[in-house]
């Protein structure tokens, strides 16, 4: 077991099952759960600090999210967890104050803020309401993710949604990605980014990751990161 002593990070998938059906989504999601576990993780994993909680659906609609949370915390005392979220539920504060207890950093999904085909607006402003609320009482880092596509890809849309942490103040920025592919097989129209005004990358509350030239047969995985499927597989990275 000591081969495995160096591996400090873990991406978990908690349920292949997703509320949406995204038209550019190009992950094949399923509806099962994690089930085996997290002490199995730990025997062969001891020395975990980062875990992501994320796979191929949405991870808040795992019936035992806040068991897996709680026995990672149990198993890892120090560790940092991280989650993200579609954001269309309709948070309910308490609810989700009490599943987001053990999270350390939260991502959630927003494209853009009035036309997104695949969100409503009232839902993006209550879950933004709920978590703005939720970052302070309990200590929760929240951030917006944003990616590229068509019909986002302007500094007016990407401006509307920096605007949001002018009336959402404890959301702590933005991060920008490209969209990528998560197979071998799906054709993604890269989105040229030069047309973006400079403004939205140099303002200091988002940041920029990903490569618009990237390609899945391109991609090697840090080998300190171990990622584990809601089947309890182990892969080499998330995206096989």
Known sequence: MNQFKEIDYLMLSPTGACNLQCKQCTRKNNSGS????IEVIAKYFPNIKHVKLQGLGEPLLASNFVDLCKDLRKYFPEVNILTITNGTFGFDYFKFSLKLFEINEL???IDSVKNDPNKKYDDIMTSLKVLNELAYSINLSVCINTTLYDYNSTTKELQEIINLLDEF???KGIRIQHHQDWNDFSKIKYIDDSKIDDSIFLNPKVKFIG?????FKDCLWNTKRVQINEEGNIKVCCLK
């Open 34 to 37: 994690y089930k085996h576990g």
């Open 107 to 109: 991502y959630i999904s």
């Open 169 to 171: 103040i404890n959301i």
């Open 211 to 215: 490569r618009d030239d990237f390609e």
